[in-house]
């Protein structure tokens, strides 16, 4: 049972134009939420996060959204640039849930120039 | 800066050999996670540890097995390879662990081919 979902595999956009990744969850209990980036033969490396208790985190060109009551939340890329071309996985966590951080699938996003 | 070194990057095994897979890190993190990620999926926790001496299973731990004497080292032990241990592994550590929101540091992964 997939408690965190990223129902498109995959994602192209032009350069400067925005993205919009997305990710449902169906765990209640997640209070954290994390967004990691991974490029091919190398490992994820963390992009932003946002804890339960907002409902937007912005980082530079990076804006989570998340919208607690339809389990959901988006990762926007403005303006979205070739070098952000990668896998980009959604990742939860819930107090007292251990160390277990649990994965999406990831969506893989492709800038053209 | 090294950060979290995995070794080998690449592996082939036949089933039923053995193998560990080394994962070290250089932060002086307390916690240390082992990951793997099938094609197509997100990445599943197989073990972790919250400092030396300490291990717990993650979601999906049979037939590995861990052990962490120092800070430093984390390796993975695979006692007997089947084909469905095929994946690519990667270890990862933190300061303080996911319990108090704190990120994850990769290593760039091993991937192993159990033939």
């Known amino acids: 049972d997939q408690q965190v979902k990223q129902n498109s595999p995959s994602l192209s956009v032009q350069e400067g134009r925005i993205s919009i990744l997305n990710c449902d969850y169906t765990n209640s209990m997640f209070d954290y939420f994390l967004w990691y980036k991974k490029y091919p033969a190398e490992g994820p490396t963390f992009l932003i996060s946002?804890?339960?208790?907002?409902d937007k985190n912005e980082d530079g060109r990076f804006t989570v959204f998340l919208n607690k009551s339809a389990k959901h939340l988006s990762l926007h890329i403005v303006p979205s640039q070739p070098g952000d071309s990668a896998v980009y996985f959604c990742?939860?966590?819930?107090?007292?849930?251990?160390?277990?951080?649990?994965f999406g699938k990831g969506t893989k996003l492709t800038v053209n120039p | 800066n090294a950060g979290v070194t995995q070794t080998p990057k690449f592996r082939i095994l036949k089933i039923g050999q053995s193998m560990t897979l080394q994962c070290t890190q250089d932060m002086n993190h307390n916690y240390m996670y082992w990951y793997r990620q099938d094609p197509g999926m997100g990445l599943k926790l197989i073990y972790y540890?919250?400092?030396?001496?300490?291990?717990d299973k993650g979601e999906v731990p049979n037939g590995y097995n861990v052990s962490r004497s120092t800070t430093e080292d984390f390796p993975l032990r695979l006692e007997l390879a089947a084909p469905s241990q095929t994946s690519v592994y990667f270890c990862?550590?933190?300061?303080?662990?996911?319990?108090?929101?704190?990120?994850?540091?990769f290593g760039s992964g091993t991937q192993l081919s159990v033939l």
């Open positions: 540890s919250v400092g030396a001496g300490i291990t």
């Open positions: 990742a939860a966590v819930s107090e007292g849930g251990s160390e277990k951080l649990v």
């Open positions: 990862a550590s933190s300061p303080r662990g996911t319990q108090l929101n704190e990120k994850l540091f």
């Open positions: 946002i804890s339960s208790i907002k």
